[in-house]
């Protein structure tokens, strides 16, 4: 691994087997053969639509569900894994360094417990505390670096709004000191002032606890304002990865293109210029062959059918998966 890399995947793939034991039976592949780098340091963005196997790829790097091929590794500089063949004293070390940061806020928190013993949990579960009091005193630690104070941390979940639910999310992620959070439509749910609050705690706490994200989401406005690196996935698969501003200045993907004109413009003269893709993402249980967004692409070749394209870096630190971009680039 490259010492500037916290986790690197190579050709990784997630399946589930569907159907019956003995007839129809198949593989539902959520994440097929992706190749993907997210620097030490770095809020990395995961971009597509619903059913393009984001969450499916977050939730394998977190090694909640099972990697079925390829690779991946995590290197934070104390401490090196196989993510593919954790297990006991490693896995449970990991656990404390990877954590997740879930969507929904109101779901996330139990309502029978304090505050206090949601941020605690994980403490007391990985045993990383020798004492009550040396709980406390992270829990409160942590709690006021999310913006919430000690009467907070009495008080239960329903007591609180979205947004200061989500902080309490937050701070129950980063008690263990994690290296890397995974967060997963961590502010789909709230109001869009909310939104903007939660995303520069994220952005502060990252600078604070020198943290990496992994940050998945379907709005690209939010993307653009807090990552530095987008990749962009179809069908499990990746399409287009670059730095934010390079993507955004300049996608070369057909699907990019579609996903970015579909952003509200607040100019009247914008209304309209949305690009509409034809037809329903395909089922990953019946994959189409070669590029897997040919059904669905406008510029598709006999090409595009046949073969599948791979990623191929087309400037410093941008990559595509297609056969036409550098004529559609024209």
């Known amino acids: 691994m490259s010492e500037n890399n916290l986790i690197e995947t190579k050709d990784l793939s997630v399946g589930f087997p569907v159907g019956g034991q003995i007839f129809n039976k198949s593989v ?7 190749s993907l780098d997210i620097p030490l340091g770095s809020f990395f963005g995961v971009v597509g639509e619903s059913g393009s196997g984001k969450t499916t790829f ?3 790097l977190l090694n909640a569900v099972p990697i079925t091929g390829g ?4 290197d934070d500089g104390e401490a090196k894994y196989d993510l593919g063949k954790l297990a006991g004293p490693d896995l449970k070390d990991y656990r404390r360094r990877a954590q997740l940061i879930f969507q929904d806020p109101y779901a996330a928190l139990s309502p029978r417990m304090t505050v206090r013993d949601i941020i605690a949990e994980p403490l007391e579960v990985m045993k990383l505390c020798k004492t009550r009091e040396e709980v406390d005193e992270r829990v409160r630690e942590i709690a006021a670096m999310c913006r919430l104070n000690l009467e907070h941390l009495r008080r239960f979940p329903h007591a609180f709004s979205g947004g200061q639910r989500q902080r ?12 890397f959070v995974v967060a997963d439509e961590s502010v789909a749910a709230l109001d869009v002032s909310i939104q903007a609050d939660i995303l520069n705690l994220l952005k502060s706490l990252q600078k604070d606890l020198g943290l990496t994200y992994l940050f998945i989401s379907h709005d690209l406005s939010v993307v653009a304002h807090t990552c530095d690196h987008v990749a962009v996935m179809y069908l499990g698969q990746i399409m287009e990865s670059a730095p934010t501003r390079q993507l955004f200045a300049a996608p070369r993907h057909p699907y990019t293109k579609v996903l970015f004109s579909a ?3 607040l100019d009247p003269d914008d209304r309209g210029k949305a690009q509409r893709l034809e037809g329903e993402i395909p089922s990953p249980t019946n994959r189409p062959s070669g590029c897997q967004f040919h059904t669905r692409c406008p510029f598709a070749t006999d090409l595009c059918k046949r073969e599948e394209p791979t990623l191929e870096s087309c400037e410093q630190g941008h990559s595509v998966a297609c056969h036409r971009w550098r004529e559609l680039a024209d």
């Open 58 to 60: 977050g939730r394998a």
């Open 263 to 265: 952003i509200p413009s």
């Open 28 to 34: 539902l592949k959520a994440v097929n053969k992706v």
């Open 168 to 179: 309490i999310s937050i701070a129950r992620a980063l008690v263990s000191k994690p290296r």
């Open 71 to 74: 690779a991946a590794h995590y």
